[in-house]
C-alpha cells in the first residue's frame, strides 16, 4: 500500500529575503546564461576576420510577425512601467502603481510591521523612499505611498474580475527572487479558488475567496506584482504559489494563485481614503470562535466565543458555547474550515447553519454580514 500523501499546500510567494545569497544568485544566472551562450556557438570550426565560423552563414534575423508575440511585448511595454520593486529590511516583494499620487498596492504579507520602504521604479536604478497608508491582513493586501512621487507614475489599469475565464492568457510581472522586471506566461487554471495561507513570519495567514489560480509561475519576490491579462488590464495580484509535498516542499510547477481585482481595488480604494476596511466585501457571522476538540480530543467543529450584538449570528439566535458543525453543505470541523466556508459566500446571502447545542443539533438560517 501506498503511504497517503499530504494534498498540495500554498505558500505566500515572498517577500524574497535579500542579502548576499540573493546577489549570488542572481550572479550565478547570468553566469549561467553567459555560459550556454558560448557553448551554443561551439563546434571546433575557426572563425574568419569578421568573426563568422569558416564554412558557414550568419543566422538569418529573427521573424517579427508573429501576433501573439506582439501582443506580448505590447502588453509587457503597456504594464512593466506600473509594477516597482518594494524592499523592507528583511525582504523584497512586488508591488504596483495605483495612482499619480505615488500609492502603491500589494500584499500585506510584503510589507509585514514595516512601516518605511524603498520602492524602486523599473524604469529607474534610484530607491524611492516610501511609507505604510495602510494593511488589511485579513485579505492580505496593503498600500504603502511614495514620499515624493516622481512625474511620469503609470498607474496601472484594472479589469473586470466577473470577465476572468479559464484559458484566458495571462503574464505575471514582478521581482521573482529579486530578478526586477521580470515576466512570465500561462493561462488562467481556474477561478473562484479559496485558499488559505499558512501563518508564519510576515504571511498574516489569511483566507482568501474567489482567487485567480494560474499557471504562470510565481516565485518568491512576486508577491505583489501584477498578473496581467492581454489587453494590458490587471486582473490580480501575484499572492501564492503551491507547494508539492512530493517535491519536498518547493513550490509545485505551474499552480500560482492571485487575488482578484475587484478585491484590490475595493481594499485600495478604502485604504487610501480612511487607513482602514470598514466594508472588506467578505462575509460574516458576527462573531468570535475557535476550534472545538470532542472527548477523543478531535477537531469536530468551531464553538461560538462571543455574538456581535445585533449581528446576522444574533440575529438567527446563536449563543456563545454553540458548536457550529456545517455552514451549507459544508461540513466544519475547525476554525479555519469555519473561515474557508465563509470566505466562499458573499454578504447578503442567506445559508443555513447547522450548530450542536447541549449536545442537540440545531438549524439557524443566517443572512450574512460583512467582515
Same mark, same amino acid.
Given at each position: 500500500? /501506498?503511504?497517503?500523501?499530504?494534498? $498540495?499546500?500554498?505558500?505566500?510567494?515572498?517577500?524574497?529575503?535579500?542579502?548576499?545569497?540573493?546577489?549570488?544568485?542572481?550572479?550565478?544566472?547570468?553566469?549561467?546564461? !553567459?555560459?550556454?551562450?558560448?557553448?551554443?556557438?561551439?563546434?571546433?570550426?575557426?572563425?574568419?576576420?569578421?568573426?563568422?565560423?569558416?564554412?558557414?552563414?550568419?543566422?538569418?534575423?529573427?521573424?517579427?510577425?508573429?501576433?501573439?508575440?506582439?501582443?506580448?511585448?505590447?502588453?509587457?511595454?503597456?504594464?512593466?512601467?506600473?509594477?516597482?520593486?518594494?524592499?523592507?529590511?528583511?525582504?523584497?516583494?512586488?508591488?504596483?502603481?495605483?495612482?499619480?499620487?505615488?500609492?502603491?498596492?500589494?500584499?500585506? /504579507?510584503?510589507?509585514?510591521?514595516?512601516?518605511?520602504?524603498?520602492?524602486?521604479?523599473?524604469?529607474?536604478?534610484?530607491?524611492?523612499?516610501?511609507?505604510?497608508?495602510?494593511?488589511?491582513?485579513?485579505?492580505?493586501?496593503?498600500?504603502?505611498?511614495? *514620499?515624493?512621487?516622481?512625474?511620469?507614475?503609470?498607474?496601472?489599469?484594472?479589469?473586470?474580475?466577473?470577465?476572468?475565464?479559464?484559458?484566458?492568457?495571462?503574464?505575471?510581472?514582478?521581482?521573482?527572487?529579486?530578478?526586477?522586471?521580470?515576466? !512570465?506566461?500561462? &493561462?488562467?487554471?481556474?477561478?473562484?479558488?479559496?485558499?488559505?495561507?499558512?501563518?508564519?513570519?510576515?504571511?498574516?495567514?489569511?483566507?482568501?475567496? *474567489?482567487?485567480?489560480?494560474?499557471?504562470?509561475?510565481?516565485?518568491?519576490?512576486?508577491?505583489?506584482?501584477?498578473?496581467? *491579462?492581454?489587453?494590458?488590464?490587471?486582473?490580480? &495580484?501575484?499572492?501564492?504559489?503551491? $507547494?508539492?509535498?512530493?517535491?519536498?516542499?518547493?513550490?509545485?510547477?505551474?499552480?500560482?494563485?492571485?487575488?482578484?481585482?475587484?478585491?484590490?481595488? *475595493?481594499?485600495?480604494?478604502?485604504?487610501?481614503?480612511?487607513?482602514?476596511?470598514?466594508?472588506?466585501?467578505?462575509?460574516?457571522?458576527?462573531?468570535?470562535?475557535?476550534?472545538?476538540?470532542?472527548?477523543?480530543?478531535?477537531?469536530?467543529?468551531?464553538?461560538?466565543?462571543?455574538? $456581535?450584538?445585533?449581528?446576522?449570528?444574533?440575529?438567527?439566535?446563536?449563543?456563545?458555547?454553540?458548536?457550529? !458543525?456545517?455552514?451549507?453543505?459544508?461540513?466544519?470541523?475547525?476554525?479555519?474550515?469555519?473561515?474557508?466556508?465563509?470566505?466562499?459566500?458573499?454578504?447578503?446571502?442567506?445559508?443555513?447553519?447547522?450548530?450542536?447545542?447541549?449536545?442537540?443539533?440545531? !438549524?439557524?438560517?443566517?443572512?450574512?454580514?460583512?467582515?
Amino acid at each position: 500500500m /501506498h503511504p497517503k500523501k499530504e494534498p $498540495t499546500r500554498p505558500i505566500p510567494a515572498g517577500p524574497r529575503p535579500t542579502g548576499p545569497r540573493l546577489l549570488l544568485s542572481g550572479a550565478a544566472l547570468v553566469l549561467a546564461a !553567459t555560459l550556454v551562450t558560448g557553448c551554443s556557438s561551439g563546434g571546433s570550426s575557426s572563425a574568419g576576420a569578421s568573426g563568422t565560423p569558416s564554412g558557414s552563414s550568419s543566422a538569418p534575423a529573427p521573424s517579427s510577425g508573429n501576433q501573439l508575440q506582439d501582443d506580448y511585448q505590447k502588453v509587457i511595454a503597456n504594464v512593466l512601467p506600473s509594477v516597482v520593486q518594494i524592499t523592507t529590511a528583511t525582504g523584497l516583494g512586488s508591488g504596483i502603481v495605483y495612482d499619480t499620487k505615488g500609492n502603491i498596492v500589494t500584499n500585506a /504579507h510584503v510589507v509585514g510591521n514595516a512601516k518605511t520602504f524603498t520602492v524602486t521604479l523599473p524604469n529607474s536604478s534610484k530607491a524611492l523612499e516610501a511609507t505604510l497608508v495602510g494593511s488589511y491582513p485579513e485579505s492580505d493586501l496593503a498600500v504603502v505611498k511614495l *514620499n515624493s512621487p516622481p512625474s511620469g507614475l503609470k498607474p496601472a489599469t484594472f479589469g473586470d474580475s466577473g470577465k476572468v475565464e479559464v484559458g484566458q492568457i495571462t503574464l505575471a510581472m514582478g521581482s521573482p527572487l529579486g530578478l526586477s522586471s521580470s515576466v !512570465t506566461q500561462g &493561462i488562467v487554471s481556474a477561478t473562484g479558488r479559496t485558499v488559505s495561507e499558512p501563518k508564519g513570519g510576515d504571511s498574516p495567514g489569511a483566507t482568501i475567496g *474567489n482567487m485567480v489560480q494560474t499557471s504562470a509561475a510565481i516565485n518568491p519576490g512576486n508577491s505583489g506584482g501584477a498578473l496581467v *491579462n492581454l489587453s494590458s488590464q490587471v486582473i490580480g &495580484i501575484n499572492t501564492l504559489a503551491a $507547494t508539492d509535498p512530493d517535491m519536498n516542499g518547493s513550490a509545485a510547477p505551474g499552480i500560482g494563485f492571485a487575488i482578484p481585482a475587484a478585491t484590490i481595488t *475595493n481594499i485600495a480604494d478604502q485604504l487610501i481614503k480612511d487607513g482602514k476596511v470598514s466594508n472588506s466585501g467578505r462575509a460574516a457571522l458576527g462573531i468570535s470562535a475557535r476550534t472545538y476538540f470532542n472527548s477523543d480530543f478531535q477537531p469536530a467543529g468551531a464553538v461560538v466565543v462571543s455574538v $456581535t450584538a445585533g449581528g446576522p449570528a444574533a440575529s438567527a439566535g446563536l449563543q456563545p458555547g454553540d458548536v457550529i !458543525t456545517k455552514v451549507g453543505d459544508t461540513a466544519v470541523t475547525t476554525l479555519n474550515g469555519l473561515t474557508t466556508a465563509l470566505a466562499a459566500l458573499q454578504p447578503g446571502a442567506k445559508v443555513t447553519v447547522t450548530y450542536q447545542r447541549e449536545g442537540e443539533t440545531k !438549524t439557524a438560517e443566517v443572512t450574512l454580514g460583512s467582515l
